[in-house]
DNA sequence: TCTGGGGTCCTAGGACCC
DNA sequence: TCTGGGGTCCTAGGACCC
């Protein structure tokens, strides 16, 4: 059997690419690719880290993830541009969609890089090296900016072959390239290969992805466990994942936000916590997807984060039900420190309902099914108007909650942080 | 003027059941 | 009045990705 052809398109500085795209198109006469640029954040709200970096802005050294306050010190020239994720999304449908008349075997990883299996297209197309050169190019003609392409026998060695030499380059990884082309390479380079695992792997002797494709498993197994096997097997440019879309196997739905100061009133992030809700809950909706599970995210003034979770017997998608138990999570789990970043997270998500129905509540179940056209009728018109205008009076009053509740939960939570609060310190 | 946001996957430990 | 062991579900936290 002939080995599979899978193709990886990732886009160059996405953010930064299409940011520039959406510039020029609106009569800015700069392109923002040939000066020193990032897309970053707002530094006045506490957002101010490097989501994309411009060539120029690379070249002084300035990396992604970095506050811009650092990078602003590495290059003092540098000019800072807002991210516009509603274009981002809109860019990367317009992309994936181009990209399927290709092969019908495509699989997002991200918002700006996909894979295709090209396996067998070689019936249609003679030279398949020579088609990602034409993609490349129809890509840059048609809207505005560049894409790597790397092409190899696997999903895994077409990733890492798509970001050998940046920008605007096709490289192949094929099988009988792994030693010349991969191995060299430092271990930190390969999929999945972090910072910890990197540092953990230079302890041991390993520095290039050759070391570990030929250390003793054994070894690796002894410190990586079953992430060993992997690692090895990656850095062997050995990887069996088929190129399927992504499943809603193990989905979640998540928001979160890093407040503009540190809340460490209750009152106030409820009033987070509760658009928040809205929020994933209509996305949920949307995805015509039940949850089990409920979660609350916190992120101290220290940095530390932890999070509580409930379960559900019966999924559910109504804002009403799942609001209720946001705010248990936050009443029970709150240690009370000063909060800088606070958020929801949905998960255990199912597509049919499948609610065990009691035989003593019929009555209940019928307004169920009321409160469910009422919900949709709501989210029919939020969604029109992009924006959560209108909610239930049920949900407006428990989004205003004050008063009795607040004092019950005060009282339970300051018998509470005793215990809790150690658990703060030893981290 | 320090350190984003949305995800996936894995692990360890506890509860509970047989 | 000795304290097994497998399976499943759940929680919390951490590593990693872009």
């Given at each position: 059997m002939k080995d599979p052809i899978i193709f990886h398109i990732d886009v160059n500085n996405a953010f930064l690419s299409w940011t520039a795209v959406y510039l020029l198109q609106n009569g800015?006469?700069?392109?923002?690719?040939?000066?020193?640029s990032i897309i970053g954040g707002d530094e006045k709200t506490r957002r101010g880290i490097v989501l994309a970096k411009s060539p120029i802005a690379k070249k002084y050294g300035v990396v992604t993830a970095e506050t811009i306050y650092s990078a602003k010190k590495k290059c003092p020239n540098l000019e800072i541009f807002p991210g516009n994720y509603r274009w981002y999304y809109q860019k990367s449908k317009e992309l994936m969609e181009y990209l399927k008349q290709y092969s019908p075997q495509q699989e997002q990883l991200s918002i700006d890089e996909c894979f295709l299996?090209?396996?067998?297209m070689d019936y249609i197309y003679k030279d398949l090296i020579e088609l990602a050169y034409k993609i490349k190019a129809e890509i840059k003609e048609k809207f505005g900016y560049t894409v790597n392409i790397g092409i190899a026998n696997n999903k895994l060695c077409a990733k890492m072959a798509s970001d050998?030499?940046?920008?605007?380059k096709v490289h192949t990884l094929m099988k009988d390239e792994i030693v010349t082309?991969?191995?060299?390479?430092?271990?930190?380079?390969?999929?999945?290969?972090g910072k910890k695992t990197k540092e953990e792997l230079n302890k041991m002797g390993i520095y290039t992805i050759g070391d570990l494709a030929r250390a003793d498993i054994k070894k690796l197994e002894r410190k990586f466990k079953s992430q060993a096997k992997y690692l090895q097997e990656a850095a062997r440019g050995i990887d069996e994942s088929k190129v399927e879309e992504r499943t809603s196997k193990n989905q979640s739905i998540s928001v979160t936000e890093t407040l503009p100061y540190n809340y460490t009133d209750s009152e106030k992030l409820k009033e987070i916590l509760f658009r928040q809700t809205e929020e994933v809950c209509r996305e949920l909706r949307q995805k015509k997807l039940f949850t089990k599970t409920i979660g609350v995210i916190f992120k101290n003034s220290n940095f530390i984060s932890y999070s509580a979770q409930v379960t559900l017997e019966n999924p559910t998608n109504h804002t009403k039900d799942i609001i209720k138990k946001v705010y248990e999570v936050l009443e029970e789990n709150y240690k009370e420190d000063e909060i800088r970043l606070i958020g929801v997270r949905l998960s255990n998500l199912v597509s049919e309902k499948k609610e065990q129905i009691s035989l003593f509540e019929e009555d209940n179940n019928k307004s169920k099914e009321e409160e469910d056209s009422i919900q949709e009728t709501i989210d029919n018109i939020n969604n029109k108007f992009g924006k959560s205008i209108l909610k239930p009076a049920s949900l407006q009053l428990l989004g205003e909650s004050k008063s009795k509740k607040n004092e019950i939960w005060k009282e339970k939570n300051s018998s509470k942080k005793n215990q809790k609060s150690t658990k703060t310190d030893a981290n």
């Open positions: 800015y006469t700069k392109d923002i690719r040939t000066i020193p299996d090209m396996s067998g050998f030499e940046k920008p605007d082309k991969l191995w060299p390479l430092d271990v930190g380079d390969l999929f999945m290969c």
